[in-house]
């Protein structure tokens, strides 16, 4: 049996906490944990059929895109109850106009949009919610910019918790708000921003007994890190040249580094692609920190974009995204919110839809393709992080009707307008 224990990342730490202890922050040092194992030897090959067959069994922990792959997050002891709701199994999608405008490129899409609530958070959520569960928490609590609330929601629902989110005032979607709320969660409006909002759930939580589900709980990375797992057994376990993907408070940079990591070690893959973080010029702290070799993070005051996903100042787990950068010779860029636009209008003519901070991806690639940092015709894989779905606000004010604005008319119910509407737009098959 593999066996699994948590270990502060800090060098002059290396604290593992006591069964009982707080697992998100280290009570020695204010570091953050991560799961270590000790893996029973593999036979790679013989994983690699077990995983494959399982895509054919009716049981759901198997229907799990993450849970098929529970050889490499044993954290669950027997008798645990596995909370999923069928996450992960999500596609890969060619594209054609956006690799061609962002590159050319090969680029493939990662759509995370296709999760149950959403959002690439599912895959964390379920492993956290089961420690959760395992350890005999009743309620469980997060700070978000809207996606992680959706989905510890729904998951804390299914599992029969209570839920509690802290949002920014007026900052977040619509739509994630209206499905936190439909799963029954509590919401808490506080602050101007998410950091703000997550500093107090980060003060209060000890004294309130408060179960953190932020991407700082270190069982969300081992979640989230299956992502590569199934992408690269999707890829016929042949590793792309780079994995780029949006950056706000860094768990998911994070998890991918550490999966890829893992699989190298264990023999799964023979390379390491590159990892690339993505942010929004108004929220890039993690991209000047690259950018100016710093030795700490200097936090942005008042995030701003429209990618309200990403509207973040003080990534949490930035150590553990620039360790990634630096195991995978990975790279940070940062992109406009017109850059971000862009990319999405393109990404939509390949008819992919998505939220923009999951846009965010493509609008880096292109950068750093005319930067000469990706070569021109490189296998990349983009990870879009959010459904189309989740910000359909953002949609509707890029796309509000006017007179300049050919794709949203408004027309006299008679058919003599309509006549003259549809010939005058050209809106006639040739
Ligand atoms: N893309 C989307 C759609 C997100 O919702 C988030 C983060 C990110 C990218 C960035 O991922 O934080 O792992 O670097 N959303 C969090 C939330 C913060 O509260 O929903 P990250």
Known sequence: MSSAYLQCIEESCGKRPAPRDEETTCAQCGGLFEVRYEFEPFDVEALRRAWHQRRLSGEPIDRSGVWRFRELIPFVEPGDRVISLSEGSTPMVGTRRAGWWAGPIHLTIK?????PTGSFKDLGMTACITRAVARGVKMVACASTGNTSSSMAAYAARAGLKALLFVPYRQISAAKLAQALDFGATVVEVGDTFDQAFKLLREIAPEMGLYLVNSINPFRIEGQKTIVVEMMEQ???????????????????????KGLRELKEMGFIAKVPRVVVVQAEGANPFYRLMRDGDAELRPVEKPSTEA??????????WKKARRVLEWTGGLAESVTDEEIFEAKTLLAEDGVGCEPASAATVAGIRKLVRAGKIERHADVVAVLTGNQLKDTEYVMRHSAASEANPQRLSVEPT???LRAALSKHDLVPA
């Open 111 to 115: 759509h995370q949009g296709n999760n």
């Open 308 to 317: 309200t996903a990403i509207r973040i100042g003080k990534p949490a787990n």
């Open 235 to 257: 890829r016929a376990w042949r590793p792309p040249d780079f994995i780029v993907v949006p950056g706000g408070n860094l768990g998911n940079a994070s998890a991918i580094g």
């Open 415 to 417: 058919l003599e307008a």
